[in-house]
């Protein structure tokens, strides 16, 4: 229903705060506090508005049970939308983190972007048509004889929204779906990623403006309330394309180095045995770091970090080795020296440290900090 996330996405797409309720084929599925707000709002205007009207013979508190279902069907057809977004991607080999449904709708937060035109089509326009066929299969189960009155006008209301759903999402605007499907035409046509994503996003941001103009204008007529939600959404789109934009110009600009040509060769490292008091005394205060390797028989273990180091009272720390608070060495506070840069990148942002161990043949060849990665960003910038 909202803009689609991708790798390295800055909030509001990859949110804090998300809650995972379930898992489907592996993938998790999240809701943001937000979803709650947004989940009220949507049933008490249904209860107070849409069903009162529909359903005048029957008391109110069907009214309140009828706009409470309704609410929670329409985020079932979103998650709907989300998902085939999410089967359709994994098809294609990206990995996909999480569905998660929040204040806008919902995000298929994706890992990888993808590599070709033809993958970005069919992951973008699967969704509107899933939101199509809900509203199809919605249709013929509201037309079906025998069905109550509530259960008709709460099956008609999804057929409505899943077709708003579906068109408001074929804008071609983005990181709208319409957007993206977008971007894979000018994608195959210019031969030009970059060139296509601006193309596109500069067609979001006009979606944006037109969203937040059509807002104020309902707020001047006294629709305050709705007025608000169409600038609240023009100016998350307004963020999400710009963001989207920046991550594909990041992607371009990191992907052409390798970890070997920004990481640092001459690391201090620690051992697993050593205490805690040790490797203040003579690692972080006298190098002013926040983290360090451990190295075990020449083969990196793990990284041990100054804020683990505090999780431990000071009167304790002389008797606690470092392997006991440390964090051991995965695939998240790892890379290769060959690796992309972009890829680096991609674990130095999510991992919570910003460090990663650069192991070779499992021995230490080298440091990666998130302040490396800036650093290199900026003289590239400035060049």
Not at 308 to 335: C, K, N
């Amino acid at each position: 229903m909202g803009p689609d996330a991708r790798a390295g996405h800055p909030a509001p797409v990859t949110m804090t705060g998300a809650v995972t309720l379930f898992r489907v084929v592996g993938i998790p599925v999240r809701v943001h506090a937000s979803w709650l707000v947004i989940f009220g709002l949507i049933a008490w205007s249904l209860s107070v508005g849409y069903f009162p009207q529909a359903l005048p013979d029957v008391p109110v508190a069907a009214h309140w049970v009828s706009g409470a279902v309704a609410a929670l069907l329409l985020f079932v057809s979103v998650f709907l939308h989300e998902l085939s977004h999410a089967i359709v991607a994994r098809r294609a080999g990206l990995r996909v983190s999480a569905i998660t449904l929040h204040v806008f709708g919902g995000v298929s937060q994706l890992e990888d972007e993808p590599g070709s035109p033809g993958v970005e089509f069919r992951i973008a326009i699967v969704g509107p048509l899933t939101s199509f066929l809900v509203a199809g299969v919605t249709a013929l189960a509201a037309a079906a004889t025998g069905a109550s009155p509530m259960a008709t006008a709460i099956l008609q209301y999804l057929v409505l929204v899943n077709i708003v759903v579906g068109v408001f999402n074929l804008v071609p605007g983005f990181p709208l779906d319409g957007g993206r499907v977008l971007r894979a035409l000018l994608w195959k046509v210019k031969g030009d990623l970059q060139a296509a994503t601006a193309a596109a996003t500069r067609a979001g941001e006009a979606v944006a403006f037109v969203l937040i103009a059509i807002g104020v204008l309902r707020g001047l007529t006294g629709e305050f309330l709705g007025g608000l939600w169409f600038i609240l959404i023009g100016l998350f789109l307004r963020q999400a394309a710009a963001g989207s934009y920046q991550q594909v110009v990041l992607r371009r600009a990191l992907s052409s180095l390798a970890v070997r040509d920004v990481m640092t060769r001459e690391v201090f490292h620690v051992g697993p045995d050593l205490p805690l008091t040790r490797v203040a005394d003579d690692f972080f205060w006298p190098h002013h770091v926040s983290s360090f390797p451990v190295v075990e028989d020449g083969r990196v273990i793990g990284i041990v970090s100054i804020h683990q180091l505090g999780d431990i009272p000071p009167g304790r720390r002389a008797e606690t080795p470092v392997r006991q608070v440390m964090r051991a060495l995965d695939d998240s506070l790892a890379a290769a020296p060959g690796d992309s840069l972009w890829a680096a990148f991609e674990k130095l942002s999510r991992n919570g440290l910003g460090r990663l161990a650069v192991v070779e043949d499992g021995g230490l060849a080298g440091y990666l900090s998130l302040k490396d990665v800036l650093h290199v960003l900026g003289l590239r910038r400035g060049s």
